[in-house]
């Protein structure tokens, strides 16, 4: 899949046999990538398909509510983890733009017409039913189709009677209620990160963890989880790697870690692994809830405890079954 990441919210358009063939698009934040959206990917790759065109996403590399109202959500899916999505899902071609006052500011017409039009060669647009895009969010799937575009209108998804949305999703997963954020989302809840240097303390311990820096997605809650985790690695080409049971830690780890610090830290200990994972990209599955993170009064009970919930992870991994 090819990225094109830009500030300027008008990129040049790629080779000439690219620009030819044209473009499916469809726009969004697609934060989480859940069913409505992959409903929406779903009618896109499809046309793509039928017309000879390149299925195009454009999306942003932060949530433009930062910009329209001042403050944003935690994000259920971080740029990087979108993009991975994108890609199971067969987009071939993602525009990141960078959403700031510039382009606020930019009338729907312009957008419309020197960007999808004239950098992507838009042939075809597949939309959400709240697609909105441009000065005063004019540009609407009706207001393209009265311009003459081609436009085709996802609707929304419900489940039980409840409309699919990342804010739903969001409220799940701060909640705990992984079940029902899977439901929504159609695939586990997952935190997709890097592999970080941390203080090794671990592997001191005895359980060597990854530490993950998830680029400031939302974390499930604080405590103790069984996990899945699957390697997904870029050199030299992309491979996610089947994935491996392991135990993770959300939190603070007041039992060593003297000043708390300002965001929980997110570790993996995979188990029977031996191999360095640094730099890599783990996305991590959340099978089960252990127990919550506490203060234990020494590092060697803490050792001790970790051997306690590494065997109750074993132990429910092995009646959990593997969605890959």
Same mark, same amino acid.
């Given at each position: 899949?090819?990225?094109?990441?830009?500030?300027?919210?008008?990129?040049?358009?790629?080779?000439?046999?690219?620009?030819?063939?044209?473009?499916?698009?469809?726009?969004?934040?697609?934060?989480?990538?859940?069913?409505?959206?992959?409903?929406?990917?779903?009618?896109?790759? $499809?046309?793509?398909?039928?017309?000879? #065109? *390149?299925?195009?996403? /454009?999306?942003?590399? =932060?949530?433009? @509510?930062? %910009? &329209?109202?001042?403050?944003?959500?935690?994000?259920?899916?971080?740029?990087?983890?979108?993009?991975?999505?994108?890609?199971?899902?067969?987009?071939?071609?993602?525009?990141?733009?960078?959403?700031?006052?510039?382009?606020? $500011?930019?009338?729907?017409?312009?957008? #419309? *017409?020197?960007?999808? /039009?004239?950098?992507? =060669?838009?042939? @075809?647009? %597949? &939309?959400?039913?709240?697609?909105?895009?441009?000065?005063?969010?004019?540009?609407?799937?009706?207001?393209?189709?009265?311009?003459?575009?081609?436009?085709?209108?996802?609707?929304?998804?419900?489940?039980?009677?409840?409309?699919?949305?990342?804010?739903?999703?969001?409220?799940?997963?701060?909640?705990?209620?992984?079940?029902?954020?899977?439901?929504?989302?159609?695939?586990?809840?997952?935190?997709?990160?890097?592999?970080?240097?941390?203080?090794?303390?671990?592997?001191?311990?005895?359980?060597?963890?990854?530490?993950?820096?998830?680029?400031?997605?939302?974390?499930?809650?604080?405590?103790?989880?069984?996990?899945?985790?699957?390697?997904?690695?870029?050199?030299?080409?992309?491979?996610?790697?089947?994935?491996?049971?392991?135990?993770?830690?959300?939190?603070?780890?007041?039992?060593?870690?003297?000043?708390?610090?300002?965001?929980?830290?997110?570790?993996?200990?995979?188990?029977?692994?031996?191999?360095?994972?640094?730099?890599?990209?783990?996305?991590?599955?959340?099978?089960?809830?252990?127990?919550?993170?506490?203060?234990?009064?020494?590092?060697?009970?803490?050792?001790?405890?970790?051997?306690?919930?590494?065997?109750?992870?074993?132990?429910?991994?092995?009646?959990?079954?593997?969605?890959?």
């Amino acid at each position: 899949m090819i990225l094109t990441t830009d500030r300027h919210p008008l990129p040049r358009t790629g080779s000439a046999a690219e620009s030819a063939r044209g473009s499916v698009v469809s726009i969004g934040v697609f934060d989480g990538v859940h069913l409505g959206h992959q409903k929406i990917l779903e009618r896109n790759t $499809s046309e793509a398909r039928r017309l000879g #065109a *390149r299925s195009t996403v /454009v999306t942003f590399r =932060d949530h433009p @509510k930062r %910009v &329209l109202l001042g403050r944003a959500p935690r994000t259920l899916t971080s740029l990087e983890h979108r993009l991975e999505l994108f890609r199971r899902a067969g987009v071939e071609h993602t525009v990141a733009l960078t959403f700031d006052e510039e382009l606020k $500011s930019i009338p729907a017409e312009t957008f #419309a *017409r020197e960007f999808l /039009v004239g950098a992507l =060669d838009a042939r @075809k647009f %597949v &939309l959400g039913f709240d697609s909105k895009f441009g000065r005063d969010r004019a540009g609407t799937p009706e207001w393209l189709a009265r311009l003459g575009f081609d436009v085709e209108v996802v609707p929304q998804v419900t489940i039980g009677g409840r409309a699919v949305s990342s804010t739903a999703i969001r409220e799940a997963v701060e909640l705990g209620d992984l079940a029902g954020a899977a439901r929504m989302l159609g695939r586990p809840v997952t935190v997709y990160g890097e592999v970080v240097a941390g203080d090794r303390l671990g592997r001191q311990l005895g359980f060597p963890t990854a530490n993950l820096d998830l680029h400031h997605e939302l974390r499930p809650p604080n405590g103790v989880w069984a996990v899945r985790a699957s390697r997904v690695r870029y050199t030299p080409e992309r491979v996610v790697e089947s994935p491996l049971d392991g135990v993770a830690n959300i939190g603070f780890r007041p039992t060593v870690d003297g000043q708390r610090p300002e965001v929980p830290r997110v570790e993996v200990h995979l188990l029977d692994f031996q191999g360095d994972l640094y730099g890599e990209y783990l996305e991590v599955e959340f099978v089960a809830f252990l127990r919550e993170e506490r203060k234990f009064p020494s590092v060697e009970a803490l050792r001790d405890q970790i051997r306690v919930d590494v065997a109750t992870a074993r132990a429910s991994l092995s009646r959990t079954p593997t969605t890959a």
